[in-house]
């Protein structure tokens, strides 16, 4: 049974960051990603955490939604910590966990803060320059489209792999819990593109091509 996940969901509201422009989240969320990673060290860390923490309760994430964040990230953030803890001692595991959390909980506050037809749009607007390059703009937005609503799918998966392997005694087994999520993600990446061919979507023949649906 699959729970919902703040990452690709959209919350009405009026606060500072629903009144701003899909493009300036973009953009903001483009240069927080590269100041995140062109610094380093646990206080950066701490500043970027706090500072996405902060992004998400700006746009309407509350409480039980930043556990869903958290919970989702925990499958992936535990095994990395533990492998840069051992490696390079804990401090460099928590800068580089804290990091890519900051990043989810910014990225969490740009898609409840903008409404899914208004990203699409922004996304096909910036790519139009790009046309006479041989860039198609509609099929730029329609996998940023995927991409978006495919990540609380993946949350999903991981969660079903991970509570399968704990039912047969396999918790603490790497293999048992990566293999099927990996297997089970590209079987359902097979049936969406199965999916989106049968309704003529990518289809080289204007005719033919469809605009998906937010």
Known sequence: MSSPSPLGAYRPGRGPLHRLRPGAKLLGMFLFAIAV?????????????????????ASGLRGRD?????????LIGVPL???QAWQHGP?????????????????????????????????????RPLARFGVDPDRVALAFSITISTIPSIVT??????????????????????????????????????????????????????RPRA
């Open 91 to 127: 401090l460099q595991g928590f800068s580089i966990v804290g990091n890519l959390l900051a990043l989810i909980l910014a990225a969490s506050a740009v898609t409840a803060s903008t409404a899914a037809t208004d990203m699409l749009d922004t996304v096909a607007w910036l790519m």
């Open 157 to 210: 998966i991981a969660r079903q792999t991970q509570q399968a392997a704990r039912a047969r005694g396999l918790d603490r087994s790497l293999r048992a819990r990566v293999v099927p999520l990996v297997l089970r993600t590209v079987a359902h990446a097979q049936a969406m593109g199965e999916a989106l061919a049968a309704r003529g979507v990518g289809d080289h023949d204007p005719d033919h091509r469809a």
């Open 81 to 83: 910590f533990a492998f």
């Open 37 to 57: 990673m062109t610094t380093s060290g646990p206080w950066w860390t701490a500043a970027w955490l706090a500072l996405g923490i902060a992004f998400a309760l």
């Open 66 to 74: 930043l556990w869903r964040v958290a919970r989702g990230f925990l």
